[in-house]
């Protein structure tokens, strides 16, 4: 699978910018309880990692951008059993993934994945326990992962990649979702699907409001599940043409960006 030249140099900035020595795990992530056996993992600020525990096993949702000892700050928490899941492959979200044996993540995403899962911490790593080479295991919308009078739901949201899927704690109605309801979601990236694709999705999320009340994006603070209506409104205004797009600049490139309530879509406006 040949990757876009944007995407490589989105790689290359986390490498440059965040990725030194490997960080201490006790000063590197803030840990604070956020709900009912539900962690939030500040991953030093950069992306959120959460952690969820039932009765019998406990799940990983992303592993953030490599710097820390991720597992043994985990196992500060749990010594359960542990599935880990991306949700989605871009390196923020999946940066750890070498210190975990299997990843789940949709199947579109996991090229995406391996370009940053099978870094290994330099020489003055302060990691401890086994480096592995993760085997990725693709999981579908529908999926559920049992941790034990805890029932994890996927939910396929395609936009800010193809793959991207969220995560619904059914017993608590909370919804972990990656970068697909951020308060500012990046849909100009190269390989980022159209806007009215990320609209369907976005609409599916709007028809299943009942089963969720919370969510827990990868970046920010949580947020009700109400935010979703905003983020419809945002991307219907671009698609309609009554939104008047402003300037918009990042490190990987430029795009134009709309606002509506508390929600920002930077887009690129030949992907329509």
């Not at 962690?39 to 952690?51: C, M, P, S, T, V």
């Amino acid at each position: 699978m040949k990757f876009p030249v944007r995407f490589i140099l989105f790689i290359l900035f986390i490498e440059i910018a965040f990725n030194g020595y490997p960080q201490d795990n006790y000063t590197w992530f803030k840990i604070s309880e956020v709900g009912p056996k539900t962690w939030l993992l500040d991953d030093h600020g950069d992306d959120n990692i959460y952690l969820l525990e039932g009765d019998d096993k406990a799940l990983i949702i992303d592993t953030g951008m490599g710097n820390a000892d991720l597992l043994g700050a985990v196992r500060k928490i749990t010594d359960k059993s542990l599935f880990v899941v991306n949700t989605h492959g871009h390196p923020d979200h999946s940066g750890t993934n070498y210190q975990f044996d299997k990843i789940y993540l949709h199947k579109d995403d996991v090229e995406a994945a391996k370009m940053f899962s099978g870094k290994k911490p330099n020489q003055n790593n302060q990691f401890i326990g086994e480096i592995f080479n993760p085997e990725f295991i693709p999981v579908s919308e529908g999926y559920k992962f049992d941790l034990g009078n805890r029932v994890i739901e996927v939910m396929e949201t395609p936009g800010h990649t193809p793959g991207s899927i969220c995560f619904l704690d059914v017993k608590n109605k909370f919804l972990f979702t990656g970068d697909n309801n951020n308060s500012l979601v990046w849909l100009f990236l190269d390989g980022c699907l159209p806007l009215s694709e990320y609209l369907k999705t976005l609409e599916m999320q709007v028809s299943r409001l009942g089963e969720f009340t919370t969510l827990y994006p990868g970046h920010g603070p949580a947020m009700s599940s109400e935010f979703i209506i905003d983020q419809v409104n945002c991307v219907k205004t671009i698609l309609d043409g009554t939104c008047e797009p402003r300037p918009y600049e990042s490190f990987v490139g430029e795009a134009k960006i709309c606002s509506s309530g508390n929600a920002s879509v930077a887009f690129n406006p030949e992907n329509l």
